[in-house]
């Protein structure tokens, strides 16, 4: 792609009246996006960044863009604009470089840092009960650890290091791409500086051997699904001796037979008789702390009314305080009645004048009006 077959405008995806800071801010994003080494063997990609540096080489200095949107591109043929430079902004490079390789650019900067191990992920399942009260518990999980023979350093006990050959002991390399000049950690030392004179037969000089581990975790009270614990420094050992990384547990809660939850609220769903409903009475449920809670049914209550309990509910995590529980009613109606129930209700139907149940009587009501029946 070459930068004379568009426009340099809408190669940087700006428009002809950007301000400075819009194109430099357009053309970081577009170079880190096409650069070669994030597009690894993609001659378009290369292309493309070649064009874009082209166009913000132009575009930055005023004098250039000024012809430019005078002239176009026949501003820099034969001698009109000066031409374009071959060597570009390598202040700006270099802030893109580093944002990409986390070192600075062209020679700043000291050896790279020892790489930090890996995070990991562990998923927890346990009830909902554990989940209200927490507990202590012991989990097992196979991780890398840093070698106890040779002390992380991934050498032999009783040898030692030397400086690399093909960086001298600096831990990078430099290579020509395109009209740049890029660092790279050694491939030789890893970008340590050093080369092993013999792996420890132990780990074979990673500095670090996998093997199972027994962890201790604190599951503090009111965890719900999703809630992440972190163990500091759990997680992968560095390789040759960088730091380890961490450890999170995800919470995942069990279904519960009784009780639904909605963050802090317990719910559960309570099927009282009929005439209960109707004459009024208590029921007891218990709550996950082991206390009974009397919940009182009022006369006439209905299915689908819900009863709250304050402070009946899960505890808030790592504060203070409970949720609440809150119980939905349901009717039942009796499927087996004895002949003396039979005659009782037979009685009672008999007796009824419509009073006793207005929602009934107020649906029929709309019928008639509506229906005319």
């Known amino acids: 792609m070459s930068s004379t077959e568009i426009d340099f405008y809408e190669l940087l995806e700006v428009s002809r009246d950007a301000d400075d800071g819009t194109i430099k801010s357009a ?69 893109i470089f580093e944002t990409i390789f986390g070192s600075a650019f062209g020679g700043g900067g000291g050896r790279p840092q020892p790489r930090r191990g890996a995070d990991l992920r562990y998923d927890m399942q346990i009830g909902l009960e554990e989940a209200f009260h927490g507990q202590q518990t012991q989990i097992e999980i196979e991780v890398s650890t840093g070698c106890e023979p040779c002390g992380g350093s991934g050498a032999e006990p009783g040898t030692g290091t030397r400086g690399c050959n093909m960086c001298n002991g600096y831990g990078k390399v430099r290579a020509k791409q395109g009209f740049f000049v890029v660092e790279r950690p050694c491939p030789t030392c890893n970008g340590r500086g050093e080369v092993i004179e013999k792996p420890c037969s132990a780990c074979r000089g990673e500095g670090r051997v996998d093997q199972a581990q027994t962890l201790d975790v604190e599951i503090p009270p009111g965890v719900d699904t999703g ?38 609220t317990l719910l559960t769903r309570v099927p009282i008789s009929f005439s209960k409903a109707a004459l009024g009475g208590s029921v007891e449920i218990p709550d996950l702390g082991g206390d009974s809670n009397v919940i009182d049914i009022p006369a006439g209550i209905q299915s689908g009314k819900q009863l709250r309990v304050r402070g009946g509910g899960m505890p808030v995590l790592q504060g203070r305080g409970r949720g609440d529980l809150v119980v939905e009613i349901a009717v039942e109606t009796p499927t087996k009645l004895s002949k003396a129930q039979r005659e009782i209700l037979e009685q009672f139907r008999e007796t009824e004048t419509g009073d006793e149940c207005p929602e009934s009587r107020g649906f029929f009501e709309k019928l008639k009006d509506v229906f005319s029946v």
Not at 31 to 44: F, L, Q, V
Not at 53 to 72: E, I, N, V
Not at 86 to 95: E, H, L, T
Not at 241 to 257: N, R, T
């Open 227 to 264: 809630t992440r614990i972190r163990l500091s420094g759990k997680g992968e050992a560095g390789p040759n001796g960088a730091p380890s990384g961490d450890l999170y547990i995800f919470i995942h809660i069990k279904e519960h037979p009784v009780f639904e939850r909605e963050g802090t």
């Open 27 to 95: 053309y970081r994003k577009l170079a880190m996006k096409w650069h070669p080494d994030r597009n690894p063997g993609d001659p378009d990609a290369e292309a493309r960044f070649k064009a874009v540096g082209a166009a913000y080489d132009c575009l930055k200095d005023p004098q250039k863009r000024a012809a430019y949107d005078r002239f176009g591109h026949a501003a820099f043929e034969q001698g009109m604009g000066g031409g374009q430079s071959q060597q570009g902004d390598f202040g700006d490079i270099g802030d």
